[in-house]
């Protein structure tokens, strides 16, 4: 069975003070991991996908990093808007039938002006 | 169109109410999924649609029934529901199976049971 475990479930920051959410996963084999913003109330919004260990993507303050057994999310000088919690998730191995993603419980970043 | 719209946004119904929440998507998407998400949890699966034809999720309650009428649409009929299945209810899809796809979700429906 698929896990993902995020870490730390909470983390309030300073604007401008970066740091990094971690993601640990056991997969029967990585078809991708994902990494989602979700604002309250919101769906959640696609950030990343990485496929391999190694790879590494970034988008404005955010980057994310990939190693074969964990993901990190870097954040560099946050805002306040940047404040929300974010998932990471991986797709199902074997494909088709009723699965689907597996969650971690995800970050709940608070960025204090 | 890179969306999936849900509608309606927010809905309070009885328990012994019937309704029907709404998906729509025209990226050309071949899977289409319900989850389920309660305050401060990560989202639950609840059904799984690929290439129109369901996956069914044996723990969910037949008070809630899926239906795909084509590849752009998908509903989830609501019949008897209790106060425990207030909670955001979101529409995902990807691009074919499940799988190493990046799913786009909904911003979902706020779904109040009294």
């Known amino acids: 069975e698929d896990q993902v475990t995020q870490s730390p479930e909470?983390?309030?920051?300073?604007?401008?003070?970066?740091?990094?959410?971690?993601c640990s996963y056991t997969v029967s084999g990585l078809r991708g991991l994902f990494w989602y913003r979700q604002d309250p109330g919101k769906g959640p919004e696609f950030l990343f996908t990485l496929y391999s260990a190694g790879e590494e993507k970034e988008k404005?303050?955010?980057?994310?990093?990939?190693?074969?057994?964990?993901?990190?999310?870097?954040?560099?000088?946050?805002?306040?808007?940047?404040?929300?919690?974010?998932?990471?998730?991986?797709?199902?191995?074997?494909?088709?039938?009723?699965?689907?993603?597996?969650?971690?419980?995800?970050?709940?970043?608070?960025i204090q002006p | 169109d890179?969306?999936?719209t849900q509608t309606p946004k927010h809905l309070v119904m009885g328990m012994t109410n019937k309704?029907?929440?709404?998906?729509?998507q025209?990226?050309?998407?071949?899977?289409?999924?319900w989850?389920?998400?309660?305050?401060?949890?990560?989202?639950?699966?609840?059904?799984?649609y690929s290439y129109e034809k369901l996956s069914i999720n044996e723990s969910v309650p037949s008070r809630f029934s899926?239906?795909?009428?084509?590849?752009?649409?998908?509903?989830l009929h609501l019949h008897a529901l209790q106060p425990e299945d207030s909670a955001l209810y979101l529409c995902a899809s990807s691009p074919g199976p499940p799988g190493g796809y990046g799913y786009t979700f909904g911003s979902g429906t706020r779904l109040t049971v009294v």
């Open chain 1, 10 to 22: 909470a983390l309030r920051l300073q604007e401008g003070e970066s740091s990094s959410l971690n």
């Open chain 2, 66 to 75: 899926p239906e795909c009428p084509n590849s752009s649409l998908l509903n």
């Open chain 2, 35 to 48: 989850y389920k998400q309660k305050a401060k949890k990560p989202p639950e699966l609840m059904f799984v």
């Open chain 2, 19 to 24: 309704k029907s929440l709404k998906c729509e």
């Open chain 1, 60 to 110: 404005e303050r955010l980057k994310a990093t990939l190693t074969k057994k964990e993901s990190f999310l870097h954040i560099t000088a946050p805002k306040p808007e940047d404040s929300a919690t974010y998932l990471c998730a991986v797709p199902p191995y074997s494909g088709g039938g009723a699965d689907g993603l597996t969650f971690g419980k995800g970050t709940h970043l608070i």
């Open chain 2, 26 to 33: 025209h990226m050309g998407h071949r899977a289409m999924y």
């Open chain 2, 2 to 4: 890179t969306e999936v």
